[in-house]
């Protein structure tokens, strides 16, 4: 359903089981992230009603995903550790180049928001799957399906304001893009890591 060319190999969860501190805190992060995606996309794109309309929904739904998270780091004893750079963002953002007029702008915005919680998904659907925390792994269940409503918004956006041929080739080849990105990644207890 989600169109990733490489699958997070499974021994990912290995190396996150020994420290779910950390993937918590990431995990915060990224959903602080996520918020902040769609408050830009709000004050970047005012003109487009309707995506405004969502994002202010998904602003409310992405900053109680980070109570939740958050919640869970303070009941089980720790505080919020420091946020870090996340690589796979960093090297997605090298894809599309700079510029553009602002409808190309925002569909590549759009096609980056929608990988990253296509991602996600994917990576919470394997914490689900095989974390032996049966708490955590029904917590990643639940959010699992929200990323992935999240992932069709956001490409359904970019079809809608883009040329539909044009913005299927360009994810076509964004997802090729990032499946050479996520081979290198797969080795740190972190969401995109």
Known sequence: MLGLKLPTDPRWVNIVEKNIEEILTDHAFCEQKATSTA???IVSFPEYTELVQEMVALVKEEISHFKL?????????W????????DYVVEL?????KGGNRTTQLVHRLLYAALIEARSCERFRLL??????????????????SE????????????QYGDTDEVNAKWKD?????????????TSEAIHG
Request: glycine share 6%.
């Open 69 to 77: 998270v958050h919640d869970i780091i303070i009941e089980r004893g």
């Open 174 to 186: 964004l997802l090729e893009y990032e499946a050479k990105i996520i081979s290198n990644l797969g």
């Open 79 to 86: 505080t919020l550790g420091r946020d870090r750079r996340d």
């Open 148 to 159: 992935a409503n999240h992932y069709t918004m956001f490409l359904g956006f970019a079809r």
């Open 93 to 97: 953002l090298k894809f599309f180049p």
């Open 39 to 41: 408050i830009s996309l």
């Open 128 to 145: 689900s799957e095989e974390l032996k925390d049966q708490e955590l792994a029904q917590f990643y269940k639940k959010l699992m399906v």
